[in-house]
């Protein structure tokens, strides 16, 4: 099974960027497809980019313009790059193999706040 850990969350103003990463190991990365999930407080999490295993992206239209998802398969890691950000990207940011369901195991996240 693998193993994910995100990083490169923070604090920023809205309008700024940041950039995550979502760090593999413990399977053959490449051969998924990988996804960025976010939740909010109080709110179911929700499925925010894709990407295949070569390299086609998807978007939530929340975010689609904003934000751009990659993978370095020689690093076992994806990227989320967002731009642009609002007070509503506000949330803990996961990464993981697409689908999930309720049995998904799931990291321990990184907090994206966006706040003036």
């Known amino acids: 099974q693998m193993q994910l850990v995100e990083s490169g969350g923070g604090l920023v103003q809205p309008g700024g960027s940041l950039r995550l990463s979502c760090a593999a190991s413990?399977?053959?990365?490449?051969?998924?497809?990988m996804g960025w999930y976010r939740q909010a407080p109080g709110k179911q999490r929700e499925l925010v980019a894709t990407?295949?295993?070569?390299?086609?992206?998807d978007y939530a239209d929340s975010v689609k313009g904003r934000f751009t998802m990659s993978r370095d398969n020689a690093k076992n890691t994806v990227y989320l790059q967002m731009n642009s950000l609002k007070p509503e990207d506000t949330a803990v940011y996961y990464c993981n193999v697409p689908p999930v369901t309720k049995k998904t195991t799931w990291g321990q996240g990184t907090q994206v706040t966006v706040s003036s």
């Open positions: 990407i295949t295993r070569s390299g086609i992206t």
């Open positions: 413990g399977s053959v990365f490449s051969i998924y497809a």
